[in-house]
């Protein structure tokens, strides 16, 4: 790392550092973002997450993450392919990789306290299907947190070796994802899940009742 260079890892590692404080007190101190009313179908708990407080649980959720993901995705290739990229395909790049980490570190804060946590406790997963979405999609959180240490100096010896696990780090993260959506949008009851007639949200009062389908983020 060279003079030059030093000043912007360093001040790139100071934002990454408080933007995860950030998302770790928001994932922390919000209120639960799991609840609501889910509609009257077979569904994965990924799928009902995404379907409850709308439209923000698919914006925080969905769209965010993929979004970061896409950006970072397109600028690396036109970084890859063209050498003389303009000074702001480079920085995008960069500020997208800077907060790629922090926002998935918020998110799976989050959903293990007022998701998988109370699911396991409860004993309250959709079979197969749910657990592949719901573990896939939290998976996504380790790419996207490498990709921040690559853009703050913390992994990679040089530029090329950055460059390489910022390829294989986007690569990994778009695999999952597409692994959570693709068993998130799948029928429970498909790999074997049978829904009960009646069950309580783990996050909500006991005496607050779930839809006949069973099916209600918890």
Do not use: C
Not at 9 to 32: E, G, K, Q, Y
């Amino acid at each position: 790392m060279n003079e030059k260079t030093s000043p912007t890892r360093r001040s790139s590692l100071i934002f990454a550092a408080i933007a995860t404080v950030v998302a770790v007190a928001w994932a922390l101190l919000s209120h639960d973002r799991t609840t609501g009313a889910a509609m009257a179908m077979p569904m994965t708990h990924y799928m009902e997450l995404l379907s409850v407080q709308q439209p923000w649980n698919l914006l925080l959720f969905m769209a965010v993450p993929v979004v970061l993901a896409e950006t970072l995705a397109i600028t690396e290739l036109v970084i890859l392919l063209n050498r003389n990229a303009p000074a702001w395909v480079h920085s995008l790049s960069r500020w997208a990789g800077l907060v790629a980490g922090p926002v998935m570190i918020g998110i799976t804060v989050h959903l293990l306290i007022h998701a998988v946590g109370p699911l396991t406790s409860k004993g309250l997963w959709r079979g197969p299907a749910d657990v592949i979405a719901v573990l896939a999609y939290l998976l996504g959180a380790i790419p996207m947190v490498g990709i921040t240490l690559v853009e703050t100096g913390l992994l990679g010896r040089d530029d090329h070796a950055r460059r390489r696990l910022h390829v294989t780090f986007v690569a990994i993260f778009l695999v999952v994802a597409h692994i959570a959506m693709i068993f998130g949008m799948l029928d429970p009851a498909v790999m074997g899940h049978e829904a009960q007639p009646m069950q309580h949200s783990p996050s909500a009062p006991a005496s607050t009742p779930m839809d006949h389908s069973g099916h209600h983020m918890p």
